[in-house]
């Protein structure tokens, strides 16, 4: 039995309206050993205030000391165990940049390379082609033609593009084509899976055909396949937990990942202000409010304290803005660290703060690192998010009698 | 390899003696946002002295998020994941009653109710038959007789009943009668998988001649029957802990609770004070003690935060009675917590003080929601209290060489 048979079992129906927060990366670090973490350096009041009557805690993303990519660390937010369910690279990668993956739908993280004349690979990644010079080829690669199948191939950033092949029966093990290596020419795409011998089909087709579209291109001609992945199955927001949910997000990557798991994405905010001035416009239609800041991550990834500091700031300056919405829980937090001293994502638990009439109050009056290790929620994996979330909203009723 | 695994294989026998005080729904909330809950209220002087000298937690009964009926949240105490061990609906209305399943058994819920002259169900519940009118009726049912299965008919509250049917060869899965709407007959009783078969046959049976002995009734004049169950098969203390454990508890379902696990029932107390003489004249017998306080519970269910503060008092009163008698390790929690703000069974983690000679004293010198949130059991699933109690008490060998 896991956490979403007890929801879906226990799940109930009231007038309650829960919004989640999301500032990307929110956890960092010191600059120096005993110094204030990012979120500590930030002058946040409203944050403080809400400490005053809520509960804290520290969000462990998967396990300790694990760091997550997006994909587990927004899973595990939402209630999917990051370890159960597993996005597939080329899943992930086209959810990054927006592409609605269907149900028929395999999808393929594709690599431009130099191939030299004898048809081995000199440089696995076309000498990191720019976007602007990559861009073009994936338009062109848009001939490939494949009986059946319908093929779509998406620009990503330098030397990376997206294939999806959409069709019937098109499983989706199908073995990575990149050798990982140079000397060597790129691997024939082999099925791992019976069920998967007709992606393989296909995927040799559009190489071959994508090769001779490539062919003459002075860095980018030749191109290798990757993390073929079908659409992830996951269940449904309304069905594991019965909220109608909306993703208010500006990146296409939490878009996506708030699609896959039933979410209507509302609005076409660009900033955050207009984030919530579109949860404003939508608070009757729906029960739970995901919203998604991304500026606390990116600062942190370019080691930029101060501005990590300045956007968390403007994290708290909206806050008045939700409460005035009277949410039945309000919970802040982030889908992992990405404290600035690392210029990465981490594994360090995340400062959590949920409030709602029926927390239970911790006794701290302010929103950090040191709260958040000590506060009521403890320390608890992010998975856990939820069932907290609908507990203290009234829609969970008893386990067992 | 689950934690009776370990258990079973690491037991240790010895003199030490275990004191498990539950006071049932002991955790609470304040009654407005920053304020002292019941148990914070309570003057606890007893209690904060073991605190002085012991180490606190928050008890999780099931997992972050979910509220436990009484069943699941004695479970986890007693060291049986609560998701993995579940007690079938009838099994724990029959516990609940005082009924002393055995091995053969299947226990039902029975529902009276009321039937059209066409057969149909025009009232689910009988109007709500009071118990006074409804008792008699179970003990007519009594008059049902089918060849080679005992049946038993118990009377609970209002129009509900327990049949246990004792016999060979009856499995516990049957689906409900009920229909769980009017104007429809009652279902036939159907076998979910062939060894319920006979079950089956046997509650046609029933039903056939109950409805005959009800007819004529105003009101309860038809029966459905639900949540068809075999006893719960659950090893016992001796088995899994290597002790002999003794409940001394008022009320009928944490008994039957407590003789699932292969706990002896003793005493027959009426009070918390009765409750510990029994306790003073059990103390060569047995090696673990399991006594359950109700009433810091019903208070709490009945909203009454001053009442439940003075249950907690009661429960603080008795302390020295039971450190006079130099338990090993001397534990005090709940089941669950039970808000008198909520009026119900609740989420939050349980205050849970543990007092031995080789507890790790975590600094608190009070026992209250704040100061076991910050305790140095830290926040815990309840099946892992046993396993703690077991190794202060020096009854775990070592995992591994």
Not at 3 to 16: A, E, F, G, V, Y
Not at 82 to 88: A, D, T
Not at 347 to 376: A, I, K, N, Q
Request: charge should be neutral.
């Amino acid at each position: 039995m896991d956490m979403h048979d007890i929801t879906r079992s226990l799940q109930q129906k009231n007038d309650s309206k829960i919004v989640m927060l999301v500032a990307d990366g929110l956890g960092g670090l010191p600059q120096q050993p005993g110094g204030l973490t990012e979120l500590e350096t930030a002058k946040t009041p409203h944050l403080d205030a809400l400490a005053a009557r809520g509960v804290q805690g520290g969000s462990i993303p998967v396990k300790p000391g694990i760091s997550p990519g997006s994909g587990p660390g927004h899973l595990g937010l939402f209630g999917y165990d990051p370890l159960q369910y597993v996005i597939g690279r080329g899943a992930l990668e086209a959810t990054g940049i927006g592409f609605e993956l269907g149900p028929n739908d395999v999808a393929i993280r594709g690599n431009y390379c130099t191939l030299g004349p004898d048809g081995k690979i000199t440089d696995r990644r076309a000498g990191r082609i720019s976007s602007e010079e990559s861009a073009p080829l994936a338009v062109k690669l848009r001939d490939v033609k494949i009986p059946g199948v319908e093929v779509f191939v998406e620009p990503v950033k330098e030397h990376r593009f997206v294939v999806v092949l959409r069709g019937q029966g098109l499983g989706g093990d199908v073995h990575d084509t990149d050798p990982q290596m140079t000397g060597v020419p790129p691997l024939q795409p082999k099925a791992a899976n019976p069920a998967s011998e007709k992606t393989a089909q296909v995927a040799a087709a559009f190489i071959e055909q994508g090769q001779k579209i490539l062919a003459g291109q002075p860095k980018a001609n030749g191109l290798t396949l990757r993390g073929f992945a079908p659409r992830p199955a996951l269940p449904t927001y309304g069905e594991v937990y019965g909220l109608r949910a909306a993703a208010i997000a500006v990146y296409p990557m939490y878009k996506g990942l708030a699609r896959l798991v039933g979410m209507d994405i509302v609005g076409k905010a660009q900033t955050l202000d207009e984030q919530i001035s579109v949860l404003e416009e939508n608070w009757s239609k729906y029960d739970f409010f995901f919203i998604h800041f991304k500026y606390t991550d990116s600062t942190g990834e370019d080691g930029n304290f101060a501005a990590k500091v300045k956007r968390t700031e403007e994290v708290d300056a909206v806050i008045p803005r939700i409460t005035a919405l009277k949410p039945t829980v309000l919970i802040v937090t982030g889908d992992h660290s990405t404290p600035s001293f690392l210029k990465s994502h981490s594994w360090h638990p995340v400062p959590t703060l949920l409030v709602s009439d029926c927390c239970r109050f911790d006794g701290h009056t302010e929103f950090g690192e040191r709260t958040s290790m000590r506060g009521g929620l403890g320390q608890f994996e992010a998975k856990y998010l939820m069932p907290l979330a609908l507990s203290n909203a009234g829609r969970l009723g008893k386990y067992g009698a």
